[in-house]
């Protein structure tokens, strides 16, 4: 079972800052120096102006490209792809989504410092975050535990301080018989879930520390969420998961209709 969510990373970040960088600075350098030099000699030699070396050449020309990029990846929204099967029937692999970036605060685009507090995740919200095992690695579930909340899940039942979701069977999934879709509704929360009958429970009972959150995936019995490593530092969130852009069938190699334009619930 794999429950890496993978996507460009934060190393793509890295090198996305540092194109930034290189690119501003070759952008800078010709515009208040390099371009004037070029001018005077022309008026000279009768060279052309406009022609610079191919290294000034192409930082001046992708310089605002980047940093568009840059900043719409880094303050706004940030595509992801599903790989793995973890928060099935939410989400399913192939699906390629967008992440509110500003969700919960304007961060840093490298580290883990926030420039704007903004609000706070809610119980039900569908996150991004970096893998706190790993924080190169990012990860998607969603927010079952606030700082301060007693989750407790015994046989395959939620409950968050003392309250118990309940379970509303919908029937198999996906046509497989040992896999059922259930719509779990906690307070105002309600989304879907999928258990496995074949699978052994892991009861447990857990208080979030402050500044924490607890994480679990629908797909309860083939996640790797909170319940095996841990709890989410706030300062590890990266956004909320909003909208299914567009769904890849791999093995059809072609796109699923039916799963573009769905919001993220």
Same mark, same amino acid.
């Given at each position: 079972?794999?429950?890496?969510?993978?996507?460009?990373?934060?190393?793509?970040? !890295?090198?996305?800052?540092?194109? #930034? =960088?290189?690119? @501003?600075?070759?952008?800078?350098?010709? +515009? /208040?120096?390099?371009?004037? *030099?070029?001018?005077?000699?022309?008026?000279?030699?009768?060279?052309?102006?406009?022609?610079?070396?191919?290294?000034?050449?192409?930082?001046?020309?992708?310089?605002?490209?980047?940093?568009?990029?840059?900043?719409?990846?880094?303050?706004?929204?940030?595509?992801?792809?599903?790989? !793995?099967?973890?928060?099935?029937? #939410? =989400?399913?692999? @192939?699906?390629?989504?967008?992440?509110? +970036? /500003?969700?919960?605060?304007? *961060?840093?685009?490298?580290?883990?410092?926030?420039?704007?507090?903004?609000?706070?995740?809610?119980?039900?919200?569908?996150?991004?975050?970096?893998?706190?095992?790993?924080?190169?690695?990012?990860?998607?579930?969603?927010?079952?535990?606030?700082?301060?909340?007693?989750?407790?899940?015994?046989?395959?039942?939620?409950?968050?301080?003392?309250?118990?979701?309940?379970?509303?069977?919908?029937?198999?999934?996906?046509?497989?018989?040992?896999?059922?879709?259930?719509?779990?509704?906690?307070?105002?929360?309600?989304?879907?879930?999928?258990?496995?009958?074949?699978?052994?429970?892991?009861?447990?009972?857990?208080?979030?520390?402050?500044?924490?959150?607890?994480?679990?995936?629908?797909?309860?019995?083939?996640?790797?969420?909170?319940?095996?490593?841990?709890?989410?530092?706030?300062?590890?969130?990266?956004?909320?998961?909003?909208?299914?852009?567009?769904?890849?069938?791999?093995?059809?190699?072609?796109?699923?209709?039916?799963?573009?334009?769905?919001?993220?619930?």
């Amino acid at each position: 079972m794999s429950n890496f969510f993978t996507h460009l990373g934060t190393d793509f970040a !890295s090198i996305l800052f540092v194109l #930034t =960088l290189v690119s @501003g600075v070759l952008w800078t350098l010709d +515009r /208040f120096w390099l371009e004037k *030099r070029r001018k005077a000699a022309a008026a000279t030699t009768g060279a052309d102006p406009e022609k610079a070396s191919w290294l000034v050449d192409l930082g001046r020309q992708f310089f605002p490209v980047i940093v568009a990029v840059f900043l719409l990846r880094s303050f706004l929204v940030e595509p992801f792809r599903i790989p !793995s099967g973890s928060m099935i029937p #939410t =989400l399913r692999v @192939g699906d390629f989504i967008l992440v509110n +970036r /500003f969700a919960y605060g304007l *961060r840093c685009p490298i580290g883990d410092c926030k420039l704007l507090a903004l609000a706070e995740p809610k119980r039900g919200d569908v996150v991004v975050f970096r893998y706190p095992v790993d924080p190169k690695m990012d990860f998607i579930k969603r927010v079952i535990g606030l700082p301060g909340d007693t989750v407790r899940y015994v046989n395959k039942q939620l409950t968050v301080n003392g309250e118990l979701a309940s379970q509303e069977a919908i029937g198999p999934f996906d046509g497989r018989p040992l896999d059922t879709e259930l719509q779990e509704t906690l307070g105002s929360v309600q989304h879907h879930i999928l258990t496995n009958s074949d699978r052994p429970v892991q009861d447990f009972e857990f208080t979030v520390p402050a500044g924490q959150y607890f994480m679990m995936g629908d797909n309860r019995d083939g996640s790797s969420d909170s319940r095996y490593w841990g709890t989410v530092p706030e300062a590890y969130l990266k956004g909320r998961a909003f909208f299914v852009w567009m769904s890849w069938d791999s093995e059809a190699m072609r796109p699923v209709w039916s799963r573009i334009g769905h919001a993220i619930q």
